[in-house]
């Protein structure tokens, strides 16, 4: 098969997994109000206050679908789409974690930054044919809150398919 030509678009579905969310409550500590009534949901490129689906915190699991477009670059294959943050060679999503108030505003206190740039060329070049490419990661990090910063491998698992 002979290599794609640069700047080729193909369709592709990002799912996003997660599971062993860290509950509904982030208790306060020095410097650091707590939260109540955490949704954790994807945030939309240049709309910080445009969430995805926002999930509850003590939900069984959090599920994603975000259409995208995987652009044919000189070493491989690069997503873009609404939801997928940075430029070339830096592509990342985030969910962002927030509490709900009483007025139903969503204030985000924290964000996982799911790193496009660490999936595997193979996978990511499977998914391209395929159609699809699918993240699972565990939403708790190991003190017990809301997982955040840079998220990749082994934390994540991508998959094509």
């Known amino acids: 098969m002979a290599p ?4 080729t678009s193909t369709p592709v579905t990002l799912r996003i997994e997660g599971t062993d969310l860290p509950g509904r409550a982030c208790a306060a500590a020095p410097g650091f109000p707590g939260y109540t009534d955490i949704r ?17 915190g003590d939900a069984d699991r959090a599920v994603w679908t975000l259409e995208c477009v995987a652009r ?23 969910l962002s974690w927030g509490g709900v108030g009483a007025d139903g505003s969503f204030a ?3 964000r996982a930054k ?7 060329p ?13 993240g699972r990661l565990g939403l708790t990090d190991p ?4 997982l955040c ?8 698992a991508w998959s094509a398919g």
């Open 4 to 7: 794609a030509t640069p700047g």
């Open 40 to 56: 954790v949901a994807v945030q939309r490129r240049a709309k910080p206050g445009e969430l995805l689906d926002p999930t509850p």
């Open 72 to 94: 044919t670059v000189a070493d491989g294959a690069e997503l873009t789409g609404p939801y997928v943050q940075g430029g070339p060679g830096g592509r990342f999503v985030y």
């Open 108 to 110: 985000v206190f924290r």
């Open 114 to 120: 799911l790193l496009l740039e660490a999936v595997e």
């Open 122 to 134: 193979d996978v990511l070049a499977a998914a391209v044919r395929s159609g699809r490419l699918t």
């Open 143 to 146: 003190e017990g809150h809301p």
């Open 149 to 156: 910063a840079r998220v990749v491998p082994p934390v994540i």
